[in-house]
Every structure is written in structure tokens, then in C-alpha cells.
């Protein structure tokens, strides 16, 4: 096992490392966020990103069902941006649209609901395919289509990262 310390210098260097780069690879959403998530229902979900100019506005538009439902502006700082979308509950998929500087993101098929994180044990990487009567039971999962999952990436850091790797 590597020590806090080897781990915080290497999140730092990568951190330098980023920085230096002026920001030109960074995407303008953090890859935290993609299309088929949920973000949660009835409180405030922060989202982020880079920006290619230093401190650029950054329009941030949630459409559903071709209606503009919010519509929000923010102003990067050194091209990092952030800002929190709240809704309530929706079973409608949505569409948030992030533009800033001629570039333009996008994610669809976003809903608002309930998000449970489950932890534990070697067992909970186990996958549907491996359950009792999967063949059964999967062909039923297309019955739930709100039902969301995403599997993050085994990785500690020793502080706060702005973007992810996932499976």
C-alpha cells in the first residue's frame, strides 16, 4: 500500500501538471457527469468544468421536453467553473446543455431522483449476469428504465479530485 504522502505529491504533480497545460485538454464538463445519470432531486447538485478562456461566461440551459426549464449563467475563474441545479422529483428525461467560448457540451437522458450509494464488501462487485436466475432477470430490467447505476472507479486520494474515471 503506497503512504498518504506518496499519494498526495502524486495528486499534486498530476494537479501541476494540469494547470500547466493551460487548461486546453480540460473538458468543458467534468467527466463526473455524463448522459443516463441522476442527479439528486430537491437540493442543490453542483456541476463543473474548464473553460479554454482564463474568466469566460458559462450558459448552463436544462431542457425537457423541448422547454428551457432553467437557464443559468456563471463566469469561470482561472477557466475552472462551477454552479448547483436543483428540481424536483422527474421521471422525464432531460437534456443540460453547457456552452462558454465557442465550445459546447452535452448530456442527455438526465433525470431527478433519489440516489443511493451502497459500499462494503468484495461481494458488491458482483454483477447482475452472476445473481441467482440472472437469465430470468435480466431480460426484466428493461421493465425499470429510471433505475440508474454507475460504478466508480477503485481509486483513493488523499484530497478532493474534479474529475473521475469510471467503468
Request: aromatic share 12%; charged share 10%.
Amino acid at each position: 500500500m503506497r503512504s498518504p504522502v506518496f499519494v498526495a505529491l502524486f495528486v499534486s504533480v498530476v494537479f501541476v501538471a494540469v494547470q500547466a497545460q493551460g487548461g486546453s485538454n480540460l473538458p468543458l464538463l467534468s467527466n463526473a457527469f455524463g448522459s443516463n445519470m441522476v442527479l439528486n432531486a430537491g437540493q442543490a447538485s453542483k456541476i463543473w468544468g474548464w473553460t479554454q478562456a482564463g474568466d469566460a461566461p458559462v450558459e448552463i440551459t436544462l431542457i425537457r421536453n423541448n422547454q428551457v426549464v432553467v437557464s443559468l449563467q456563471t463566469i469561470s475563474r482561472d477557466q475552472y467553473w462551477s454552479t448547483y441545479i436543483s428540481q424536483p422529483v422527474s421521471f422525464e428525461p432531460a437534456s443540460i446543455i453547457i456552452s462558454s467560448s465557442g465550445q459546447k457540451a452535452q448530456i442527455d437522458n438526465v433525470l431527478f431522483g433519489f440516489l443511493f450509494f451502497c459500499g462494503g464488501q468484495s461481494n458488491m462487485e458482483m454483477s447482475v449476469h452472476g445473481a441467482y436466475n440472472a437469465s430470468t432477470e435480466i431480460p426484466q430490467g428493461d421493465q425499470y428504465p429510471n433505475i440508474r447505476l454507475f460504478t466508480a472507479g477503485q481509486k483513493s486520494y488523499a484530497s478532493a479530485v474534479r474529475s473521475m474515471r469510471s467503468f
